[in-house]
């Protein structure tokens, strides 16, 4: 069981950053892998990137490889999405998730309510 509360979200122009951050409560937050996913309007659900339980193993999509940075402070039962070049196909509501397994491909258990990220062109 865990809480998921994600800020950082707005507008920002076509090559910019943007930093999203992910409080995190309940249990340990080395007991859970964590991960993003975002949906843009009328699109499914997409896998962005996720983290092993202490950051030493990161999964990104094929699309954001390069650009975006996950990272996490247990200490600080946080998660964060580091964005840079972004591209107006990033524009979507993004979600932190929590998942209770260790093994592949990542499994979102828990979600945040979701920070909207509009890139305009």
């Known amino acids: 069981q865990v809480q998921l509360v994600e800020s950082g979200g707005g507008l920002v122009q076509a090559g910019g950053s943007l930093r999203l951050s992910c409080a995190a409560s309940?249990?340990?937050?080395?007991?859970?892998?964590m991960g993003w996913f975002r949906q843009a309007p009328g699109k499914d659900r997409e896998f962005v990137t996720s983290i092993s339980r202490y950051g030493s193993t990161t999964t990104y999509a094929d699309s954001v490889k390069g650009r975006f940075t996950i990272s996490r402070d247990n200490a600080k039962n946080a998660v964060y999405l580091q964005m840079n070049s972004l591209k107006p196909e990033d524009t979507a509501v993004y979600y932190c998730?929590?998942?209770?397994?260790?093994?592949?491909?990542?499994?979102?258990?828990?979600w945040g309510q979701g920070t909207q990220v509009t890139v305009s062109s």
């Open positions: 998730t929590a998942g209770r397994y260790y093994g592949s491909p990542y499994v979102a258990d828990y």
């Open positions: 309940g249990r340990t937050l080395s007991d859970y892998r």
